[in-house]
């Protein structure tokens, strides 16, 4: 009978097999032929905002997928853009904010249009991988886990972009059998110790990043084997979790000049989210 590991190592190492027969499961041709064959007729934020299928596509693709409510928001992300340094992508908490302004700017022409070839390439990927490990969660969270960690990991530059990502975060706990940090004022030892046991330079390296994930899901499944009741939960952006209060949260917003605010209702940090990531980006 196959854990943690073996489905894992089954996956990643004939990655390409899995992502070619998760692209043909029909809920995820379809999303992705309705996606490749209408984007290029939105030209504005306002029409892509308000085209239910194509804004939850996309969400999903850059792990925004609960967020799909707060639409005040996601159009402020986008009108805001990205160039200036205190706009509202910039300071929410992770990358996939910026990473999702960036992808839609709809001002910009050539390879950079949300229309491009080579935009609606890598949508339509990531929108294949999140799928990918979404639906091995279901079965076995560790797989989706494992598969985030390899995938998130290496874009992450110092301790506390761990910090402030529930899912690198729980694969290092889970790796060193660290206790949750009890207090906000311990963040900065917490980052210090991470960036000692989980160096950026590993991170990067495919050999020794394919190690530490396998370190994850021979822990992983040491703690939460087939017999344990329990296991890890993922923070996939694709389910609808607690995601009311969107126009709080864009009137706080307005109210602090796009200053940095917790929008993830799914995690509750440490510290503010969008500090964590101020200190992620600052390297």
Not at 32 to 37: D, F, G, L, N, V
Not at 149 to 177: D, H, M, S
Not at 194 to 210: A, G
């Amino acid at each position: 009978m196959s854990n943690t590991t073996t489905t894992y190592l089954s996956i990643a190492d004939n990655l390409a097999r899995y992502q070619k027969l998760e692209a043909g499961q029909p809920s995820v041709k379809t999303a992705t032929a309705y996606y490749k064959a209408n984007i290029s007729k939105v030209k504005t934020i306002g029409e892509f905002v308000d085209n239910y299928r194509l804004l939850s596509y996309a969400l999903q693709a850059y792990g925004l997928g609960d967020q799909i409510s707060n639409t005040a928001l996601i159009k402020e992300v986008l009108e805001q853009g990205t160039s200036n340094p205190h706009a509202l992508a910039n300071t929410l908490p992770n990358a996939n904010w910026k990473t999702f302004a960036s992808a839609f700017n709809f001002s910009a022409s050539g390879a950079g249009a949300p229309s491009s070839a080579a935009s609606v390439s890598a949508t339509t990927d990531d929108y294949n991988e999140q799928q990918l490990e979404a639906d091995q969660g279901q079965s076995d969270p560790g797989v989706e886990l494992a598969l985030y960690f390899a995938r998130v990991a290496p874009t992450v530059t110092n301790g506390y972009g761990i910090l402030a990502n529930k899912n690198l975060l729980e694969v290092v706990q889970t790796i060193f059998g660290l206790a949750p940090t009890a207090s906000a004022s311990q963040i900065d030892e917490e980052a210090k110790q991470i960036s000692k046991l989980v160096p950026v330079q590993e991170l990067q390296d495919p050999t020794k990043l394919k190690s530490l994930v396998e370190r994850f899901t021979a822990a992983y499944d040491a703690k939460y084997g087939l017999s344990s009741t329990s296991s890890l939960t993922v923070d996939s952006g694709n389910t609808q979790s607690n995601v009311s209060a969107a126009s709080s949260i864009l009137a706080e917003v307005v109210s602090a000049n796009s200053s940095a605010l917790a929008v993830e209702s799914s995690y509750s940090p440490l510290i503010s989210p969008s500090l964590l990531a101020g200190l992620a980006l600052g390297g």
